[in-house]
């Protein structure tokens, strides 16, 4: 009798957090324009990056341990 009890608030639990939102909203909302703007005021231009921030010397490739044989 336990387990079925366990079993029923496990799957209640689970219904409750897998279920969406009663209106269909996500938990987090935000108006992009409005933050668009925002960011403008503050002078950031949020962008990618084109390229790496330091210049590349010298590397070397070296195999995982588990693929280097035992005996060389």
Request: glycine fraction near 6%.
């Amino acid at each position: 009798m336990r387990e079925i009890f366990l079993l029923l608030i496990a799957v209640s639990f689970l219904l409750l957090g897998c279920s969406s939102n009663s209106n269909g909203e996500s938990l987090a909302t935000y108006d992009y324009s409005q933050l668009v703007s925002d960011l403008e005021k503050e002078g950031i231009e949020p962008k990618l990056p084109t390229g790496f921030p330091i210049g590349i010397t010298e590397y070397e490739l070296l195999k995982p341990s588990h693929e280097t044989p035992l005996i060389q």
